[in-house]
């Protein structure tokens, strides 16, 4: 957008330019004998306008374009439960693509703003799809943490933040970009 402002700006300062040549050369009488400026119709005019709107027209549609052709990966953190016989509670998390361009899931991390240090999730448990994982758009994945991850979290909240769960949340990394979802603090009481 700031390249619309630019063309404006050199725009205004070129009929700036022109307009203070031809008062100038008016102001003269012994030199309009010699240099009359053509500015050119009224149609000439429209028609110039119009041309550097278009341009600047395009030039807006091509940098939107450029900014929503992007990855998006919404990250959705909840709580499930294993039905096979070995019960318990676990946190499960759900990765859906929602951007125009394909994202490239590489790994899974537990961040909080209190803490700079974070906690990677490196086993998955029974069930899981696992990383890394390439998401088209509408595409998702399930990524079950293993049972009792949830008592690393505590861990991590007590020994790295200082025991404040407020902000904690599951980072996913792609190729290009971080896309993250809150953990709620009851999910850190499942099997307790």
């Known amino acids: 957008m700031k390249w619309v ?5 050199v725009f205004g300062c070129t009929v700036s330019g022109f307009l203070g040549l031809t008062a ?24 110039g306008i119009g041309a550097l709107f278009a341009v600047l027209v395009t030039l807006w549609l091509a940098d939107k374009q450029r900014r929503e052709d992007v990855e998006s990966v919404k990250v959705d953190v909840r709580a499930a439960i294993l039905d096979n016989g070995m019960g ?15 994202a490239k899931v590489t790994s899974l991390s537990v961040h909080s ?3 700079s240090k974070y906690l990677a999730v490196t086993n998955y448990g029974f069930g899981s799809d696992m990383l890394p994982a390439s998401l088209s758009y509408g595409d998702s994945i ?3 943490l293993p049972h009792g991850f949830e008592r690393q979290i505590k861990s991590f909240v007590h020994e790295h933040c200082g025991g404040r769960v407020g902000g904690l949340k599951v980072v996913a990394r792609t190729s290009l970009h971080e896309f993250s979802g809150v953990v709620h603090p009851n999910l ?5």
């Open 113 to 115: 703003p209190h803490a």
């Open 188 to 192: 850190l009481s499942l099997n307790d």
């Open 24 to 47: 100038g050369i008016n102001l003269n009488p012994s030199s309009t004998v010699k240099f009359v400026p053509d500015w050119g119709s009224v149609g000439d005019w429209v028609s």
């Open 88 to 102: 318990g509670w676990f946190m499960a998390v759900t990765l859906i693509s929602d951007g125009n361009r394909n």
């Open 142 to 144: 399930s990524l079950h």
């Open 5 to 9: 402002w630019i063309a404006f700006f």
